[in-house]
């Protein structure tokens, strides 16, 4: 993928990259205000835990980085078990820079980047617009499970935090 006059391939990689900074910029700020008590406490039923769920996302990313772009560090994995807040957010804040890395990368051009791999099992894609969005989603869906269990187990996030998440121009900057 070349870089046309108008700059059109950058631009895209550098929208992505923005873009998964917003998403994780929505994490933090669901780490930064989750009462603590609400980390681990056990849903009921078969149910992930708030930490189960934060850990799953960063190993996540971390496949996503090693199976896309062997090339970049990939951090390491956290274990659910034990792992802290404090642990998952700065595991996070990695596996997201690693995640903008490959993004821009691929999105940008770059040659070492020609499929996106979010599995083992799966279908590799080509690298595009579909593979930022697949991350996205992915992401979205379990904030959206931390957020309603939270509010189930009786430790509902405050209306700046769910309302906050909406709030692109200030997550872009922040981000």
Same mark, same amino acid.
């Given at each position: 993928?070349?870089?046309?006059?108008?700059?059109?391939?950058?631009?895209?990689?550098?929208?992505?990259?923005?873009?998964?900074?917003?998403?994780?910029?929505?994490?933090?700020?669901?780490?930064?205000?989750?009462?603590?008590?609400?980390?681990?406490?056990?849903?009921?039923?078969?149910?992930?835990?708030?930490?189960?769920?934060?850990?799953?996302?960063?190993?996540?990313?971390?496949?996503?980085?090693?199976?896309?772009?062997?090339?970049?560090?990939?951090?390491?994995?956290?274990?659910?078990?034990?792992?802290?807040?404090?642990?998952?957010?700065? !595991?996070?804040?990695?596996?997201?820079?690693?995640?903008?890395? $490959? =993004? +821009?990368?691929? #999105? &940008?051009?770059?040659?070492?980047? @020609?499929?996106?791999?979010?599995?083992?099992?799966?279908?590799?894609?080509?690298?595009?617009?579909?593979?930022?969005?697949?991350?996205? !989603?992915?992401?979205?869906?379990?904030?959206?499970?931390?957020? $309603? =269990? +939270?509010?189930? #187990? &009786?430790?509902?996030?405050?209306? @700046?935090?769910?309302?906050?998440?909406?709030?692109?121009?200030?997550?872009?900057?922040?981000?």
């Amino acid at each position: 993928m070349a870089t046309r006059r108008d700059g059109t391939i950058n631009q895209l990689a550098g929208g992505a990259a923005r873009t998964f900074a917003a998403n994780e910029r929505m994490n933090q700020m669901i780490l930064e205000h989750l009462v603590p008590a609400a980390w681990n406490a056990r849903p009921a039923g078969n149910v992930r835990t708030i930490a189960a769920i934060f850990t799953h996302m960063h190993n996540v990313r971390c496949k996503w980085v090693r199976l896309t772009a062997p090339h970049l560090k990939v951090p390491a994995q956290l274990n659910r078990a034990r792992c802290p807040p404090e642990q998952a957010s700065a !595991a996070l804040a990695e596996s997201a820079a690693r995640c903008e890395e $490959m =993004l +821009a990368e691929a #999105l &940008g051009g770059g040659a070492q980047i @020609e499929e996106f791999r979010r599995d083992g099992w799966a279908k590799p894609w080509p690298v595009g617009v579909e593979m930022l969005c697949y991350m996205v !989603a992915h992401e979205a869906h379990h904030r959206g499970q931390v957020c $309603m =269990l +939270a509010h189930q #187990l &009786g430790f509902p996030l405050t209306m @700046e935090v769910t309302s906050g998440m909406w709030n692109w121009e200030k997550l872009w900057k922040e981000g």
